[in-house]
């Protein structure tokens, strides 16, 4: 059988407990995305939702222990002015080497 996939409807990252209002501020004042209402039945479950590119992006919380790979990864513009604007939000900014993209 082959699976016939339409798109991605979401990505959930998952972010420290009590870590909410630090990360609505990176992503929402700093980075200008889009917070979207949660569905009632699963709002007292706490997090939040986001809007980017036509695509939610979901922050949850959870009991993290030490240093986490967990990222979302945005293709973007314009990158030296956007490393610029980061620094001047005082956003640390971590160099990597870029991953060769899949055709």
């Given at each position: 059988m082959k699976i016939?996939?339409?798109k991605i409807d979401?990505?959930?990252i998952c972010?420290?407990?009590?870590?909410?209002?630090?990360?609505?501020?990176f992503y929402?004042?700093?980075?200008?995305l889009n917070e979207i209402e949660k569905p009632k039945v699963i709002k007292k479950n706490g997090s939040f939702w986001l809007e980017i590119a036509g695509i939610q992006l979901h922050i949850?919380?959870?009991?993290?222990e030490g240093k986490s790979k967990r990222h979302p990864a945005f293709e973007i513009e314009n990158l030296?002015?956007?490393k610029e604007y980061l620094k001047q939000q005082e956003v640390r900014i971590?160099?990597?080497q870029g991953i060769p993209r899949l055709t």
């Open positions: 016939t996939f339409k979401h990505v959930q972010i420290p407990k009590g870590e909410e209002n630090k990360t609505r501020q929402c004042d700093i980075l200008g949850g919380t959870e009991d993290l030296d002015e956007v971590k160099e990597d």
